[in-house]
């Protein structure tokens, strides 16, 4: 029941309607016993800096930030994490006493969901990262810090793999649809938007699957559909496939700990991301 003590949090973003996170987070309270709700709030561009303020007037704990805000969001807060700074973006906003503070939780999220997944951390594999967007950028700024032991960044633009490959000590940039790439990494990850539902030249994966091994380590990090092409592709050579719902509740399950102190609870995240079962 929501009464005057209920806490507030919540998503900003544009669109923010079919956001999954309320149902994440909803969950998330419930499960814990916490007096708190989360909504969707729909905020038009060129306004997260209004909405920075909003979340100081109005009290609310806690923001999650999506498209079109994530880098106005940073220049609007009292202080940003390292992470943040290092990426001008946030994904997360949360109080310290009066202070509001931008995280970003994506990186360290998709290590946290890639540990959890393939049971063992990133320290000492090698990776091919295909993309080079925001996504991508948390991305290999997390496997730097979680010690990996070569990031090939590959996109389709070279210029930003550049800009992203930047971000790790560790990181080097290759070619989009280099086999050899392939062969040389223990860990695939598709960080690109091929395989999304809706997304850019349907059926499309973004690896050259023919040099995919039984014993590579395969993440998609797109989550609708749950099984892209490139997992598709994966499992039916046997190899260890991770899909993008790992990530999501990875992210969500940070900025949860982050707001409420409470450890988050990831089989009821799961479960509420998944939805009711087909
Ligand atoms: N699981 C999670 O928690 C999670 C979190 C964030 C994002 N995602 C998913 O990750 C994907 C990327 O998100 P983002 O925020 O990084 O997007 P973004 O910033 O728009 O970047 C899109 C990336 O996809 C590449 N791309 C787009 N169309 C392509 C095509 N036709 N051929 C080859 N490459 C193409 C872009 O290459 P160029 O640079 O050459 O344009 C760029 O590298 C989305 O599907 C998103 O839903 C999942």
């Not at 080079?132 to 633009?157: D, F, H, T």
């Not at 930003?160 to 223990?186: F, H, I, K, N, P």
């Not at 690896?207 to 609708?224: G, S, T």
Request: proline share 6%; with cysteine.
């Amino acid at each position: 029941m929501i009464t005057g003590a209920t806490r507030l949090a919540g998503v900003i973003g544009d669109p923010v309607r079919h956001s999954l996170s309320p149902a994440i987070h909803n969950a998330a309270f419930a499960a814990c016993g916490l007096d708190w709700v989360y909504v969707a709030l729909p905020v038009p561009a060129g306004e997260g800096g209004a909405a920075v303020r909003a979340m100081r007037a109005l009290g609310i704990e806690g923001l999650s930030v999506t498209m079109p805000h994530k880098a106005d969001v940073a220049g609007a807060v009292d202080e940003l994490t390292p992470v943040a700074r290092t990426l001008g973006v946030c994904n997360c906003l949360y109080r310290r006493g009066d202070r509001i503070v931008g995280h970003s939780t994506d990186g360290d999220g998709f290590v946290a969901a890639f540990e959890t997944r393939f049971g063992r951390a990133p320290a000492g594999l090698r990776f091919l990262v295909v993309g080079a967007g925001g996504a991508a950028r948390s991305i290999v700024e997390a496997l730097g810090r979680a010690g990996a032991a070569s990031i090939v960044v590959a996109n389709r633009s070279p210029d930003r793999a550049a800009e992203v490959a930047a971000l790790a000590a560790v990181a080097t940039t290759g070619r989009l649809g280099d086999r050899e790439a392939v062969a040389a990494a223990d860990a695939v990850v598709n960080a690109t938007s091929l395989g999304m539902e809706g997304g850019p030249e349907p059926g499309a994966v973004p690896v050259p699957i023919e040099a995919l091994r039984p014993d590579h380590l395969v993440v998609d990090i797109v989550y609708e559909p749950r099984v892209t092409p490139l997992l598709a592709a994966a499992e039916a050579i046997g190899a260890d496939a991770a899909d993008g719902v790992g990530m999501l509740i990875g992210q969500a399950a940070l900025s949860f700990e982050l707001w409420t102190g409470v450890a988050a609870p990831l089989e009821a995240m799961t479960r509420a991301a998944l939805g009711p079962p087909s």
